[in-house]
């Protein structure tokens, strides 16, 4: 005999709430769009300026798309196409073709966007992501590229909400813009924020692109289908596409509630509309903008003002040597040569410059960096590290300074490092020296004896400080005799208010500890 009971009875309605949702998981495919970094448009000289300061200045009668005008191939955004296919572990094809994507929109001035269909720069490639428990990318999972395409970017809209105009920008059309699509690989929206994330980094290493989401220069795009939980080869259910997301983690978070509104409408018996949505930061939720158009809604044709490419094996060749480390790669040596933690690693290799300028700075210390009864090897790059990934990150983020402009040059902060690793100076002697190493890019020692931050280390000095103290607080002394040991701590911190700052708190604290046996 079975006992039935209805399920409020047997779960909370949360518990219940999570039953239904496992019914369903996600398939999330991802399109990127990433505004290259070049001198001039696509497929004409006005200059490419993200930072323009004026509408409509940056423009010609070739982007703007007038009669009688010819549009030419910009070499150095498809160069830059192919690096980030390389970097990216995808095939260049050695032929390769424009085509017309036709369709209207107030910002796009010809009627037509000049893109690439069957026969993209790039085909395949893949990217790995970590391990969400491990933090390890190598062990982590697999997310396939299906293409990568050069296109020319559209228009800015502006709409004026008080006179309810619409406003155009042109500055941005006929920007190069790349593409990349994935195949359907992704499963949450953590990996799509992990991933977009170590993509903007790739980018950002190999020159292609700023990259800034904030400016514009690159958006995501994803694709959404539920189906049902554990059956991987089904069919994939109804794909809703949620377009121009300005931030990672808007995308992560878009993933999260469109897979809750679609499995609430799967629930009731009712049909996925397959559309176009739109997210909304404010209200955290995704709108409706269209039906999603197909690709034959866009007539495609090869362009007929533009030659197909033809790309040498030689030439990929030569962009192949051209390529930096990448992220990965150089995370991977950091910790293996550095001995680094993979959270400083990670801080470390997020931005190029930065990373480079570590290691700049590293360099300085490899002679002072020896083994010693005293001193293990790699304390010194540890220093360093914890400074660069603290308090000088910190600065950089309040004052919005890029490393490249700073004034401290990598070996004054090598030697800051050196200096803190060998107790020369405290711990918070170091921070006011690195803020006015910040400000003025002045030698750390001269700063140091001009603001007398030298720390104090003498045995005899300090034993006069120690017994001045142990007189002072004679409840203290009597506290950690009986056995208290914070009353220690009270004493040392008494002795280093005593020296302003400048006595070695670990000498000062043998020296008490010395004086109360």
């Not at 040569?337 to 959270?343: H, N």
Request: proline share 5%.
């Amino acid at each position: 005999m079975f006992l039935c009971a209805p399920l409020g009875a047997l779960f909370s309605c949360g518990e219940i709430c999570y039953i239904l949702d496992m019914r369903y998981e996600a398939v999330i495919g991802l399109e990127i769009h990433a505004e290259l970094k070049t001198k001039t448009k696509m497929f004409c000289f006005s200059p490419n300026d993200p930072d323009a300061k004026h509408p409509n200045i940056n423009i010609c009668p070739i982007c703007m798309g007038h009669p009688v005008t010819l549009p030419t191939i910009n070499e150095e955004a498809v160069r830059k196409v192919i690096m980030t296919g390389l970097a990216l572990n995808g095939e260049i094809p050695e032929f390769s073709q424009f085509d017309r994507k036709n369709y209207f929109y107030p910002d796009l001035p010809k009627g037509y966007q000049i893109s690439q269909y069957e026969h993209p720069l790039v085909r395949g490639g893949y990217l790995d992501i970590s391990n969400q428990e491990s933090g390890i990318r190598n062990q982590g999972r697999r997310i396939r590229i299906r293409r990568i395409h050069l296109e020319e970017d559209t228009g800015r809209l502006i709409h004026d909400k008080a006179s309810g105009a619409s406003l155009i920008d042109f500055n941005r059309a006929g920007v190069p813009l790349m593409e990349l699509v994935t195949e359907p690989d992704f499963y949450t929206g953590e990996e799509v924020r992990e991933f977009g994330e170590e993509l903007q980094r790739i980018l950002r290493y190999v020159g292609a692109s700023d990259a800034d989401m904030e400016k514009g220069q690159m958006r995501v795009e994803v694709n959404i289908s539920l189906r049902e939980s554990g059956i991987r080869n089904q069919e994939l259910g109804t794909k809703v596409e949620v377009k121009n997301i300005n931030s990672f983690k808007y995308a992560a978070d878009a993933v999260e509630y469109e897979t809750k509104r679609q499995t609430e409408i799967l629930e009731h018996g009712e049909k996925v509309k397959q559309e176009t949505r739109g997210w909304n930061e404010f209200k955290q939720e995704t709108f409706s903008q269209r039906t999603k158009e197909e690709a034959h809604d866009y007539r495609y044709f090869p362009e007929p003002d533009l030659p197909p490419l033809k790309i040498s094996r030689e030439f990929v060749e030569e962009l192949r040597a051209q390529l930096p480390e990448l992220p990965q790669a150089k995370r991977e040596r950091f910790a293996r040569e550095y001995g680094l933690e993979m959270q400083t690693v990670e801080t470390l290799a997020r931005n190029k410059v930065f990373a480079n300028y570590f290691e700049a700075a590293a360099g300085e210390l490899k002679e002072h960096d020896t083994e010693t009864p005293e001193k293990p090897r790699k304390d010194l790059i540890r220093t360093l590290a914890s400074l660069m990934t603290g308090d000088f990150l910190r600065l950089l983020r309040e004052t919005s300074a890029d490393v490249s402009d700073i004034r401290i040059t990598p070996e004054n902060f090598g030697e800051l490092a050196l200096y803190l690793a060998e107790d020369k100076i405290s711990n918070l002697a170091a921070k006011e020296i690195l803020e006015e190493m910040f400000r003025s890019g002045e030698d750390p020692s001269d700063i140091i004896d001009r603001l007398g931050l030298w720390q104090l280390s003498d045995a005899a000095d300090l034993e006069n400080i120690a017994r001045h103290i142990i007189e002072e607080n004679p409840k203290a002394v009597e506290d950690y005799k009986k056995g208290k040991a914070a009353s220690l701590q009270f004493l040392v911190g008494q002795a280093m208010k005593d020296s302003r700052g400048k006595a070695n708190p670990k000498m000062a604290q043998k020296i008490i500890q010395k004086l109360l046996l």
